[in-house]
């Protein structure tokens, strides 16, 4: 096991030889292979350790001959069709032959994420609440006994050898489900509060903020509406809706050439190599940055992909392919996909070429070449099957803006005055103070 | 420096688009064809009278009234029953299970065509494709003649000469409907907004730009974005040399070069509901009429943006081409003079620092002409029950990627700001505010005002998407070489 605790600046700062002298831990215990994680307790990411919002995936290989009645049954939906609390997202796809690098007529792989809050066993409730429709699917899958599905602790058996460990797990808010849904109906409250204030007398004002400010949210939405559930990738217009991401990408073979990869990363690169020796090759470096560099930052707000304004969650793994090895990136995103990748080259586009230049394919000039990464992406993108949001439309601005705004309005309950032109004039001040969350 | 053979691109395309160029008088004739050659035979007449760039210019500088501008466009199926090789010139054609939304080179919407389009675009509701007009109903709605003119005169020489032409071809071709469009006073349409200002400046396209024309970098347009077999918005300054490769539009093959793409949408505007709206609530938000109204546009009736002019018209301004388009948002990240919400700031969000990034925003651009029908309506009067709006176009090289962007992401949707967060609060002006429940914020340092309950404005009676090939190619269509 990695150290956790491992200091990257440290680490930077010293060098190799400053390392043991500062009693830090030694080189190679940075860069061995992670061991391969129980489905425990503990995430397998480490940098997922004490968040509330969790990932998991697992790739169960399909039996031989039965890719092609997988695939048709998948393209059916309705796979995620019931909704448990305290799952956010989900996801279905299948990985082909060709995506996994195995050799033509090899049945591939089907690939299951969840994120949700905390236990383990939320998203093994929510896999037995579909049994109907994944036991279907898990029926071509090898090793599946009849019925499963349904139990969730057979079902946990059964799923834990596939579990895939995440060398990366980022997640914008580190909110429960039901903390987002209740933030997101305080903020529908407090604009009906808001819009009717507006169109009433003043004196009815004290009323109405009991009722949409102080009461247990009267609106509280959306608990029973039925989710949406879609496919990704075959709705050309879908900027209502959040969306997903999974694209596999080979990782560059062999020893580490700073000089092979996208040239703004070749000096980050051979600072890497100057450390870690030069028997590194691209996965190793690939998980190492993962594990120590920027990405590797808890401090969400810190973190490199909080740049970017429309990204929920997004996870790294690296799997092992008939090739070598892949990247599999997963995201969860608002609105358009276009919009949505230029924000990695328009925002963070350094970080990202270090980790993705990496791969083979990746553009020479990096994420900035525009059409370019866009081709490399549309080359390893894998067609999800179905895709569960528990949030729907809803933005992550706004669910960020959401909280915020439920924060404040704590406070603020328990200053409210009496007196209806008091109470008036400390809820206009409330509201200039903070229209950027309103809008 | 990019050179476009302006001589080959109609005139429809790259010219007579900007506020004070743009001609009084339009007439949109739409066509079926019912037998290829003698659709072909027409058009072999038709083309010869087609205006290109080259020849507009000429135009221009001529006298008389009978003077007229004569461009032609395709739908798909206008193509395919002329026997254009369709399906091999748009390799992305209509597929329509497995778009694959951020492609580059989709010319599926295209394809798919306007009405299979509609309900990504916001067009449902009273915009649904099921009410539109029958004219936009008809599947054999294949071609537009589009017309404009100096003066009214000049429509109706031109619509004498297309009458006998199809009187000719009557077997092959007929006319399902004519949409007729005359400007109102200073270039307005009914709401009373001086409109089709803010227009990029195409490089390679051989007018003089106009301040505020450039983008952000001080840069031109690229003229692929506007006319297809050249570079277009995301290779034309690639970070490192990708080959000098038009990545974008691989399609340089001649039958489409020099031609462009067409978005005709035919939107009703309902100017009572409008003028009444906008005086109740400015009585309710204390506002001035002319500033409320202005604020959900971003420009104040006479033209003069907000971002110049945030608390008064300024008339002279507005009037000014060198002035009413050189600004941007960059010191107004709190929204205070040109709300986040409004409409010139979603659908072209410049220099926005709440924005998209500038590689978000290159490729988005479209050149817009939209000319009103119907007469206008008295300030004051009560509703006269008869229909009026704006015939609309957009001019781009890729449907998909220009004009449905911003109508879908920036206008319908949050995605043109950062502080735009919620689904309510959608375009003002030309938003699909269906059920009447439409949000709007002016964000002040005195505190926000919102506006509630907003209803649509606008409404589609009919769109099409239309190619216009270069001249070239119209010739060669008629003459039967497709």
């Known amino acids: 096991m990695p150290d956790n605790t491992f200091d990257r600046r440290k680490f930077l700062k010293l060098g190799a030889a400053g390392l043991a002298a500062a009693g830090l831990p030694s080189l190679t215990a940075c860069v061995q292979e992670p061991a391969t994680l129980p489905l425990l307790a503990l995430s397998p990411n480490p940098a997922n350790v004490g968040n509330r919002v969790q990932s998991h995936s697992v790739h169960i290989p399909v039996k031989a001959g039965k890719a092609a009645e997988l ?43 969840i994120i949700y809050d905390r236990r383990i066993e939320t998203a093994l409730n929510f896999l037995a609440q579909n049994a109907d429709a994944l036991g279907a699917a898990f029926e071509f899958c090898e090793g599946y006994d009849a ?26 808010y580190d909110k429960a489900e039901n903390e987002v849904l ?28 009991d009722h949409f400010l102080l009461a247990d949210a009267p609106h509280a939405r959306m608990l ?152 490399w992406i549309h080359g390893g993108q894998v067609d999800v099957q179905d895709f569960y949001s528990a949030h729907g439309n809803i933005t992550l601005l706004r669910i960020q803006k959401a909280s915020q705004l439920r924060e404040k309005l704590a406070v603020l309950s328990r200053y409210l005055a009496v007196d209806p032109t008091a109470l008036r004039v400390q809820l206009e001040a409330f509201v200039r103070e903070n229209q950027a969350l309103l809008s | 420096m990019a050179t476009i053979e302006l001589d080959d691109v109609q ?78 010139q748009f390799p992305n054609g209509p597929v329509t299970d497995s778009l694959q939304f951020g492609s580059f080179t989709g010319y599926a919407a295209f394809a798919l065509g306007a009405r299979q389009r509609a309900h990504g675009l916001g067009d449902v509701g009273e915009s649904a494709p099921a009410n539109w007009q029958a004219p936009y109903q008809r599947l054999d709605l294949h071609a537009v003649v589009s ?108 039958r489409l070069r020099n031609g462009s793409f067409l978005v005709f949408r035919k939107l009703r505007e309902d100017v009572v509901r409008f003028r009444s709206w906008v005086a109740e609530q400015a009585t309710r938000t204390k506002m001035p009429e002319e500033l409320f109204a202005a604020r959900l546009v971003g420009r104040w009736r006479s033209g003069a943006p907000l971002a110049l002019a945030p608390t008064q018209d300024d008339p002279e301004l507005g009037r000014d081409p060198l002035r009413n ?7 107004d990240g709190d929204g205070f003079k040109t709300p986040f919400g409004a409409h010139i700031r979603r659908a072209n969000p410049r220099n926005d620092p709440t924005g998209p990034t500038p590689p978000q925003i290159a490729g988005r651009r479209v050149i817009r002409r939209a000319v009103p029908y119907g007469p206008p309506l008295p300030e004051g009067s009560a509703d006269d ?14 449907i998909e990627r220009q004009f449905e962007f911003v109508q879908t992401n920036w206008l319908n949707n949050t995605l043109s700001s950062n502080r735009l967060t919620l689904e309510a609060d959608k375009d003002p002006l030309v938003g699909a505010n269906d059920a009447g429940n439409g949000k709007f914020v002016i964000p002040g340092p005195n505190g926000p005002c919102f506006v509630w309950n907003l209803p649509r404005f606008v409404t589609v009676r009919g769109a099409a998407y239309f190619f216009l090939p270069g001249l070239h190619e119209l010739r060669q269509l008629g003459s039967g070489t497709a």
């Open chain 2, 325 to 331: 388009n050189d600004f941007d948002y960059a010191a």
């Open chain 1, 182 to 209: 209740a933030c997101l109906a305080v903020q529908d409250n407090f604009l009906e509060l808001l819009r009717r204030a507006d169109f009433t007398d003043q004196d009815e004002l004290p009323y109405l903020v």
């Open chain 1, 224 to 375: 029973d509406e039925p989710r949406p559930t879609h496919r990704s990738g075959s709705r050309p217009f879908s900027p209502h809706t959040t969306n997903t991401l999974t694209m596999l990408q080979p990782l560059m073979r062999g020893r580490l050439h700073p000089e092979k990869v996208v040239p703004c990363s070749a000096s980050r690169l051979e600072k890497i190599e100057r450390f870690v020796g030069k028997h590194f090759d691209y996965r190793q470096a690939f998980e190492f940055i993962l594990r120590e560099g920027e990405f590797a930052v808890k401090d969400m707000h810190e973190h490199p992909l909080a740049a970017l304004h429309t990204l929920h969650f997004a996870r790294i793994a690296v799997i092992e392919t008939g090739a070598g090895h892949s990247m599999l990136f997963s995201s969860v995103y608002d609105g358009d996909f276009t919009q949505y990748v230029l924000d990695f080259g328009s925002r963070v586009a350094d970080q990202i070429d270090f980790i993705w230049g990496l791969t083979e394919n990746y553009p020479h000039a990096g994420c900035r070449d525009v059409p370019g990464f866009i081709e």
């Open chain 2, 385 to 398: 029950g008869i229909e009026r709006g704006i015939l609309f176009v957009a001019i781009n090289a890729d």
């Open chain 2, 147 to 254: 017309l404009s003119a100096w003066a009214p005169d000049g429509i109706a020489a031109a619509r004498g000469r297309l009458g006998a032409m199809l009187a000719r071809h009557a077997t092959g071709v007929t006319e399902i409907a004519c949409e007729l469009g005359n400007a109102l006073d200073r270039g307005a349409e009914h709401f009373g907004f001086a409109d089709g200002i803010g227009q990029p400046y195409v490089e390679g396209s051989d007018l003089e730009p106009l301040p505020g024309e450039l983008d952000r970098g001080g840069d031109p347009v690229p003229s692929g974005e506007f006319v297809l077999g050249y570079p277009a918005a995301f290779d034309a300054k690639p970070p490192c040399d990708v080959q000098g490769e038009n990545l974008m539009q691989p399609l340089t093959l001649s």
């Open chain 2, 11 to 88: 005139s429809n395309v790259l010219r007579g688009f900007r506020h004070t160029e743009a001609l009084p008088h339009v007439a949109y004739s739409l066509l079926g064809f019912t037998a290829k050659d003698t659709a072909r035979a027409f058009l072999a007449e038709a083309a010869a009278l087609a205006t290109s760039c080259t020849a507009w210019n000429a135009l221009a500088k001529q006298a008389g009234d009978e003077r007229f501008v004569w461009n032609l466009g395709f739908t798909y199926e206008g193509l395919l029953k002329l026997g254009f090789d369709a399906r091999a």
């Open chain 1, 71 to 113: 695939a048709a049954l998948l393209a059916k939906g309705g796979l995620f069709a019931k909704r448990t609390p305290g799952v956010h997202f989900a996801r279905a796809a299948q990985l082909s032959a060709a995506h996994l690098g195995q050799p033509e007529g090899s049945p591939g792989e089907l690939t299951l994420g």
């Open chain 1, 147 to 172: 019925g499963t599905a349904s139990n969730p602790a057979a079902l946990r058996t059964y799923l834990e050898p596939h579990l895939v460990s995440d060398n990366l797990f980022f997640t914008a």
